[in-house]
């Protein structure tokens, strides 16, 4: 008789642990958020980018160069989501890892880098046509920013 009075209580702790381990992105509120990096404000729509542990903490960025800074310091395999801000669409956040990289002098960056992202190589390509630069893969941008 006892159990059956727990079983609700049981269901609802379950339920609170679930929903509490969360690994799904926050919106960046732009003007009001800070850099996790650098802790300028968040205000630039283009190159803004954020990754997520697995523990669900949020991590947001004004640049995707202070992203790459901050993760050259931990294990990436403990952030299941990063994300970047797609320089072809404002506002809209992509995949760090399967994103397309474009440095050019062209387009500034907050923190100078020239970096941007777009999500294919051949959106990468248009940019690189129209303001020449190098273009990257998540891989060859962390060696080229750690080169630095």
């Not at 802790?39 to 669900?56: E, F, L, P, R």
């Not at 880098?113 to 893969?137: F, M, R």
Request: proline residues 3%; negative net charge.
């Amino acid at each position: 008789m006892r159990t059956n009075f727990y079983k609700p209580f049981i269901g609802f702790a379950i339920l609170l642990l679930t929903i509490s381990c969360k690994t799904e992105p926050e919106a960046i509120d732009f003007g009001k958020d800070q850099c996790s990096f650098c802790m300028m404000n968040i205000v630039d729509k283009t190159h803004a980018a954020q990754y997520v542990t697995k523990k669900g903490k949020q991590f947001k960025f004004d640049s995707i160069e202070c992203m790459v800074n901050d993760l050259s310091e931990k294990n990436e395999d403990e952030m299941p989501i990063m994300l970047v801000a797609n320089y072809a669409n404002p506002g809209e956040m992509i995949d760090a890892q399967t994103a397309s990289y474009l440095i050019s002098t062209a387009i500034k960056s907050p923190m100078g880098a020239n970096l941007s992202a777009v999500s294919t190589t051949e959106k990468a390509n248009e940019l690189q046509q129209k303001y020449s630069g190098d273009i990257y893969t998540w891989q060859t941008l962390k060696q080229r920013l750690s080169d630095k």
